[in-house]
Antibody, heavy 115, light 106 residues
């Protein structure tokens, strides 16, 4: 059974930083394309970005609102995905989901950015 | 970016109804279209990939069709547990984009 467990969410002030982690098990993490998806309170789903597997180049892509502020990385030796979030804004407040491929999702971690 | 437009935004329905949700892409995405179901407080659940492939374990009352720019999700006979919000997602190109969601109200 695939398990994706996010951690690192919390309350941070505007302009601050936060790093989310996603611990993966039950899948071949090193070959998985991993992504982050967020959902603001009461709103729809928004794709944040993706990192390919190293064998596929390990490159990253981001949605425009987070480009230059957020960085996705992975540690295949720890089966862990990361999301480094800098220069946080109030509009970044959301539940952040880790996703493996299209099928496997974590339970989400809440990030609240206060003004 | 490819815009995904779902309709309707909300849909009142009754148990046993046949329900259809549509999703339109702003440009052709071939069949790179996924459908998700999300219940309150939960992560989305993948129902259908590549426009019409039903995920293992998903009830056969769910089906998907379409290609290019126009897609549909159909629930043949609505059940109480289908109360949820449904999202389409295009994975044809980055940035990946979602529709705004369709809330089913039973």
């Amino acid at each position: 059974e695939v398990q994706l467990v996010e951690s690192g969410g919390g309350l941070v002030k505007s302009g601050g930083s936060l790093r989310l982690s996603c611990a993966a098990s039950g899948l071949t993490f090193s070959t998985a394309w991993m992504s982050w998806v967020r959902q603001a309170p009461g709103k729809g789903l928004e794709w944040v970005g993706r990192i390919k597997s190293k064998i596929d180049g390990g490159t990253t892509d981001y949605t425009a609102p987070v480009k230059g502020r957020f960085t996705i990385s992975r540690d295949d030796s720890k089966n862990t995905l990361y999301l480094q979030m800098n220069s946080l804004r109030t509009e970044d407040t959301a539940v952040y989901f880790c996703r493996g491929g299209s099928k496997d999702w974590g339970q989400g971690t809440l990030v609240t950015v206060s003004s | 970016d490819i815009q995904m437009t779902q309709s309707p935004s909300s849909l009142p329905a009754s148990v046993g109804d046949r329900v259809t949700i549509t999703c339109r892409a702003s440009q052709s995405i071939s069949s790179f279209l996924n459908w998700y179901q999300q219940k309150p407080g939960k992560a989305p659940k993948l129902l259908i990939t590549t426009a019409s492939s039903l995920q293992s374990g998903v009830p056969s009352r769910f089906s998907g069709s379409g290609s290019g720019t126009d897609f549909t999700l159909t629930i043949s006979s609505l059940q109480p547990e289908d109360l949820a919000t449904y999202y389409c997602e295009q994975s044809y190109t980055t940035p990946v984009t979602f529709g705004q969601g369709t809330r089913l109200e039973i």
